[in-house]
């Protein structure tokens, strides 16, 4: 009996494993003709690309080099000049060495940190800890090396929960040995969760490694390119008309097993609240009739509990970036399309009224062709400030990631006559110009647009045309550079088996040329906090180079005045500005902080404490706030009408005027906008 269950088992085994490799070679198969036909600069597959490919797997599997031992990678390195010959002979039983591998790493982990549940640690000082910076990370020697670390892990962790508990008053070396076995054993407990969600991930560990070299291949052709299963396909191209209710934010489980704000929604209760941020991690959810501790769930269950019509009204409790707990109240709103999710402000400093509109993302209604989005609300909100009087817009597109690019089309055409916008290149060399698609312009004024390091891809866009016909001075820190365009596109049309994001072509704008890898330069530049960390799209590996076309219509741009004299003004108020001083200052230190690692400390609860005190010093120090009022803004009449009915949407439409009117941003742009008026 015995014999025969084994029997049944193993022909199981066999049969799923079959299937598995017959689906990953379809799913290979699929991608190479894909790329070859769709990509716009598809790669030769060759040693270069087995090489590129090999170290992108690896990094997929194993990013901080926290699993595979130095044998593992000695054993693994034999396809390093193979995977090119794998691809094209379709052989596509190669990956199971790694998955082998990483279960046995895994079950490693398990048992080092079972063992570490009974261990004795000693916190006086014998244990040492020595910070390194990403870029030196190795992997490990041996089992022995990786108990070392995990035992240190588990220690630094357990003192860290201490600090953060009520208890951390106490110094006393004495009370901590009372309760540290308990916080020791919840530490410990998170790790194993986190192992067991790698061990046991959905669908497989074998189907988890195959999708990491899918998607590795892809990001070998440039870094906009991946892999998607059908849910994460789901996830990405998620219609956020057709949701009935929602607190506007989405979330998803980060490497760390921390569940993070991935994306907050324009127009929703967590939007206008302003409180939460993308990238916050997510500790704790509470309604009124029940409570989601965020330990050990996958993100799903974040979903659900989210989504659920009992719970109108959540507390979520997130950790900030500079790891300060904060609490927020949001309660459960309907998104509809038709609401504005940007509103119009009037700066009035000196009896010159300027619009302000701050476009956060350029968001659409992706089930209707004819839906609202970003560029009808921004026209509805123009038309209010031009009932007011003002002299000139300002456009805000800081951090904006772009979005739609229909909609970002739409609202070039608002600024211009008529004309070309850009030029696509396709990967068979041909071009098509994108153009106005109606003519005149909605809106006449002299405008400024105010980007930075993170302003991308469709704000991008609209910034390029808007400089490319003069129509707007730019101002701010060079753009991302990110000129290329993405389509989602089924790995078969007639079969279920994935899907590819692929870029599929590069924008050029009516000058052909581009700002790919180059970003967009300032037409007059202020400092930016981010300019040292140079995250920008020409730092990602096998990023697609900038290029020149020659254009096949001409644009005729307006006559905007020289702005030599009004650069050199705006040089000398931002040398003397004490804000702008600080921001040049902290650009170098949050670079050092991120990148410079401490030198080496011991482990005690006092020298703990004392880092994390002084590093959330050099947050607060980094990330300073104005506190001075250095503008007066106003809501147009339109809008004061509107929030009157109410209270909620009352007072914070008076946070954001107050957070306005301390912009050092804004105060310059908005100098800077007066003295272009000005000029005769």
Do not use: W
Not at 9 to 24: D, H, I, M, P
Not at 120 to 135: A, E, N, R
Not at 183 to 188: A, E, G, M, S
Not at 598 to 623: A, D, G, Q, W
């Amino acid at each position: 009996m015995k014999y025969i269950l084994c029997l049944i088992l193993s022909c199981v085994c066999y049969t799923t494993f079959a299937q598995q490799e017959s689906l990953f070679c379809e799913q290979i198969s699929a991608i190479k003709e894909l790329v070859e036909e769709h990509h716009y600069k598809p790669k030769t597959i060759d040693d270069e690309f087995s090489k590129g490919v090999f170290n992108l797997f690896l990094n997929h599997l194993d990013e901080d080099k926290d699993y595979f031992f130095e044998e593992d990678i000695t054993i693994l390195k034999a396809d390093l000049n193979e995977i090119d010959n794998y691809v094209l002979d379709n052989n596509c039983n190669f990956t199971s060495k790694y998955s082998e591998l990483l279960k046995k790493r895994y079950l490693d982990y398990n048992i080092i940190f079972e063992d570490l549940k009974s261990e004795t640690i000693d916190y006086s000082g014998t244990i040492t800890l020595s910070p390194i910076s990403k870029k030196d990370y190795t992997y490990f020697k041996d089992i022995t090396n990786l108990k070392s670390s995990l035992k240190k892990r588990v220690a630094y962790k357990t003192i860290v929960d201490y600090l953060g508990s009520k208890d951390s008053l106490n110094t006393d070396l004495g009370y901590f040995k009372i309760v540290e076995p308990a916080l020791r054993l919840k530490v410990i407990d998170r790790e194993l969760c986190k192992i067991n969600e790698l061990l046991f991930p959905e669908n497989g560990l074998d189907t988890y490694v195959n999708n990491q070299f899918l998607d590795a291949y892809l990001k070998y052709q440039d870094p906009n390119s991946s892999f998607f299963t059908n849910e994460e396909k789901e996830v990405y191209q998620n219609d956020l008309a057709t949701q009935k209710k929602s607190f506007g934010v989405v979330t998803q489980k980060n490497r760390n097993g921390e569940i993070v704000i991935s994306t907050i929604i324009p127009g929703s209760s967590a939007y206008k609240n302003g409180r939460l941020e993308e990238g916050n991690i997510l500790l704790n959810l509470k309604s009124l009739d029940s409570e989601l501790q965020i330990n050990c769930i996958s993100n799903k269950d974040v979903v659900i509990f989210l989504t659920d019509e009992k719970n109108k009204n959540i507390k979520f409790t997130v950790k900030d970036k500079n790891e300060a707990i904060k609490t927020i109240i949001l309660t459960k709103t309907e998104i509809k399309v038709t609401e504005n999710a940007v509103t119009g402000f009037i700066i009035n400093k000196n009896n010159l009224k300027i619009g302000y509109i701050k476009i956060p993302s350029f968001y659409t209604d992706y089930s209707s062709p004819n839906g609202r989005g970003v560029s009808s609300d921004v026209a509805k909100e123009i038309y209010k400030l031009q009932k007011e009087g003002i002299e000139g817009l300002i456009i805000d597109l800081q951090f904006n990631g772009g979005g739609s690019m229909q909609e970002a089309i739409n609202l070039s055409g608002m600024f211009i006559d008529r004309g070309p916008l850009s030029i696509l290149k396709f990967n068979n060399g041909e071009t098509f110009t994108i153009r106005d698609p109606k003519r005149g312009s909605f809106f006449n004024k002299p405008m400024l647009i105010i980007q930075n390091d993170f302003s991308a891809s469709a704000s991008e866009f609209f910034t390029a045309a808007m400089q490319d016909y003069k129509r707007a001075i730019v101002v701010g820190e060079k753009s991302f550079g990110k000129s290329t365009a993405q389509n989602i596109m089924p790995l078969k049309e007639d079969k279920n088996i994935g899907f590819c994001k692929v870029t599929v072509e590069l924008f050029y704008r009516v000058t052909g040329k581009t700002h790919q890898a180059k970003g967009i330069i300032p037409d007059i530049t202020l400092p930016s906090l981010y300019k040292k960390l140079n995250n920008t799209e020409a730092s990602r590996e096998y990023v697609i180079l900038d290029s020149t076309i020659t254009p096949t219509l001409n644009h005729f741009t307006t006559k905007l005045k020289p702005l030599e004299s009004i650069s050199s003004e705006s040089s000398k108020r931002v040398l003397e500005n004490n804000y702008f001083k600080i921001i040049s200052k902290n650009s170098q230190e949050l670079y050092n902080v991120i990148n410079i690692p401490s030198l080496p400390y011991k482990l005690t609860i006092s020298n703990i404490k004392n880092k994390r005190i002084k590093r959330s010093e050099s947050y607060k120090t980094i990330f300073y706030q104005n506190e001075l009022k250095l503008l007066d803004v106003e809501n147009t009449n339109a809008t004061n009408e509107l929030i009157s009915y109410n209270n909620e949407e009352k007072e914070e439409n008076e946070l954001i005027i107050d957070e306005l009117t301390k912009d050092i941003y804004i105060n310059e742009s908005y100098n800077i906008l007066i003295d272009y008026i000005n000029l005769n």
